[in-house]
């Protein structure tokens, strides 16, 4: 079993920044899981956001590309979502995520491993 615990959601005005952190912990979870985040707005179906690949390689979304950047702390089994230049659509509860396949980090992650429970960013302008 993996657990992820998020931190950092809040409220800030357009323009401004946060940063996300999400800790995994669990006698299963290995630096080999790759790392990630996802978002769902309200009445809207879940996406993904960014991912942070065992690798060190690292993905994004077309719409957050320049503006939000994931960074992974394999030390400390963390990964972190700076994000710059929020904007009202940026509004969501974002979800943190780990699995052991890459490729589920892409659509609405309906087949990742581990979940974290959610933290919710609103944007307001």
């Known amino acids: 079993q993996v657990q992820l615990v998020e931190s950092g959601g809040g409220l800030v005005q357009a323009g401004g920044s946060l940063r996300l952190s999400c800790a995994a912990s669990?006698?299963?979870?290995?630096?080999?899981?790759?790392m990630g985040w996802f978002r769902q707005a309200p009445g809207k179906e879940r996406e993904f956001v960014a991912a942070?690949?065992?690798?060190?390689?690292?993905r994004y979304t077309d719409s957050v590309k320049g503006r939000f950047t994931i960074f992974r702390d394999n030390a400390k089994n963390t990964i972190d979502l700076q994000m710059n230049s929020l904007q009202p659509d940026d509004t969501a509860v974002y979800y943190c995520?780990?699995?052991?396949?890459?490729?589920?980090?892409?659509?609405?992650?309906?087949?990742?491993?581990?979940w974290g429970q959610g933290t919710q960013v609103t944007v307001f302008s």
């Open positions: 995520a780990t699995s052991r396949r890459w490729d589920v980090f892409a659509g609405d992650g309906s087949q990742v491993d581990y």
């Open positions: 669990g006698r299963e979870f290995t630096t080999y899981y790759n």
């Open positions: 942070h690949m065992w690798n060190d390689a690292t």
